[in-house]
């Protein structure tokens, strides 16, 4: 692994696939990324004529400067998702998660890796726990295992590594959160790749406003990649871009929203309202 590296050959050169991550990081990435348009409302103020909004227009290949943009884009949705209008961003984080630690890939069987990343300066006492989810039908094809841990201080905090079986599963997502007292403190979510072989088909998520919290309520009866709410003037979100764990209840804080009918749209990857 080199000390020192740009990581170009995802978005640039040889167009690796961003499930390619961890094997072209080293110890300290400078740049990586990948091939993007801004936000609609930036593109609504250079764009007058509606005949121009669309990706492949004149105006939008004037306004992106990277050279083959067009392949790259159209590389990306054809390798990973199903052909609609729901791309999200994940290659990022996933670059970030891939070089932090790294992640199992499944064949017959799988070994995870838990762990948990602080920058406390003193030990914390808290509980980990994993949940293996199925993707089709919402219910564990695990039973939750929670671990007791005290997690170091600035630090890593390596927590278990086992073996599972993937041979009459069906395909899942892990689930991690990590309490203190009680009170979820993270949660992350790790999915098979790519998207476009998975179906995100009735969902069941719901998002309700909760004026007394000034927050809003989301649940779901299935995982759910990469919600977004769409972003309005006036409106502060505390998360966006999230994944939906079923059986819990998220709760995000809000400002600028006073009713239900001031809660932005919102969709997911494999949304079947678009």
Not at 50 to 77: C, V, W
Not at 134 to 157: C, F, K, W, Y
Not at 251 to 264: C, L, N, Q, Y
Request: with cysteine; hydrophobic share 40%; aromatic share 10%.
């Amino acid at each position: 692994m080199e000390a020192f590296t740009n990581v170009i050959t995802v978005w640039h050169g040889s167009m690796l696939p961003y499930q390619n991550f961890p094997e072209v990081g080293g110890r300290f990435v400078s740049e990586f990324g990948m091939e993007a348009f801004p936000h609609r409302a930036t593109i609504e103020q250079f764009i007058e004529d509606e005949d121009e909004m669309y990706p492949q227009s004149l105006t939008m290949d004037f306004h992106n400067k990277a050279r083959d943009h067009e392949r790259r884009l159209g590389t990306y949705i054809l390798e990973n998702f199903r052909i609609k209008s729901d791309f999200q961003v994940v290659g990022v984080s996933r670059a970030h998660e891939e070089w932090t630690s790294g992640h199992a890939k499944p064949a017959e069987s799988t070994r995870y890796e838990l762990w948990a990343v602080t920058s406390h300066l003193k030990p914390i006492r808290a509980t980990l726990s994993l949940r293996c989810i199925s993707i089709r039908t919402g219910a564990d094809v695990q039973p939750e295992v929670s671990h007791e841990v005290v997690l170091v201080p600035n630090g890593t905090t390596e927590v278990a590594s086992e073996e599972m079986s993937l041979k009459e599963a069906d395909a899942f997502v892990l689930t991690a959160t990590l309490s203190i007292d009680g009170r979820v403190i993270s949660r992350d979510m790790d999915w098979p790749q790519p998207y476009k072989y998975l179906s995100f088909r009735d969902r069941g998520v719901e998002v309700k406003y909760l004026p007394a919290e000034n927050a809003l309520s989301i649940t779901a009866r299935k995982p759910v990649k990469g919600l977004v709410f769409e972003e309005a003037d006036g409106v502060w979100l505390q998360d966006n871009g999230i994944d939906i764990v079923p059986g819990y209840e998220h709760i995000i804080a809000v400002r600028g929203i006073h009713s239900s009918s001031d809660i932005p749209r919102w969709t997911y990857i494999g949304d079947d309202r678009l």
